[in-house]
């Protein structure tokens, strides 16, 4: 039986994100120095996907002005169909209630059938497109939004002041 495990980046997880990201999304890749630049501001959640102990994807998440947002996540095309996008969603969602979030924000290409099936499985809905969003290629995207369900948000134990 295999195991999928998800933990937070330690720095020498960068590089290797840093190269997954050309190897899938090439000239639109975020570059390593940006990567290294955001990880160590500490605002977002950077999260590794483990199939059997061997790095297999990563999801980023976390604050983007005033919205919760789902930045990235991707799998390495060896690790695909065997449910860690799925894994990293829902560890997305735990984080999001866990720090009350009503909803979290998105964008995907157009174009890019898995991921937004993945996310729709989800709960995100299509909210609106943003032309010409991803360079240098032009392609559109969707932003897509899901709600942070409130009977789920209360089972997280969290104590109000009346
Ligand atoms: C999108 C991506 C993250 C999915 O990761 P994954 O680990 O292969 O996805 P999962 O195995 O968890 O699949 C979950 C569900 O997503 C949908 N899905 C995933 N890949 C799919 C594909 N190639 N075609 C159709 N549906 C797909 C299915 O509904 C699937 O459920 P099922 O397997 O029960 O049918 C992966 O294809 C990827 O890394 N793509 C390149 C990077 C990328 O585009 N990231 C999104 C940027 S916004």
Redesign the pocket.
């Known amino acids: 039986m295999s195991i999928i495990t998800i933990r937070d980046f330690t720095e020498d997880d960068l590089a290797w994100m840093a190269a997954l990201e050309v190897e899938?999304f090439g000239a639109g890749a975020w570059s390593e120095a940006l990567i290294r630049e955001d990880f160590a501001l500490g605002l977002r959640d950077y999260r590794c996907a483990e199939w059997d102990g061997e790095r297999a994807?990563y999801a980023v998440w976390g604050p983007d002005g005033d919205v919760f947002h789902l930045m990235?996540?991707?799998?390495d095309d060896a690790?695909?169909?065997?449910?860690?996008?799925?894994?990293l969603i829902d560890d997305m969602f735990v984080a999001a209630r866990a720090r009350g979030e009503r909803d979290v924000w998105?964008?995907?290409?157009v174009t890019?059938?898995?991921?937004i099936?993945?996310y729709r499985?989800f709960g995100f809905k299509d909210v609106r497109v943003r032309e010409k969003y991803y360079q240098p290629e032009g392609t559109d995207a969707l932003v897509m939004r899901a709600v942070v369900a409130p009977e789920e948000r209360r089972k997280g134990g969290r104590t109000f002041i009346p």
């Open positions: 899938l994807g990235n996540v991707a799998i690790h695909r169909r065997r449910g860690i996008g799925r894994a998105l964008e995907v290409a890019n059938r898995a991921a099936l993945l499985k």
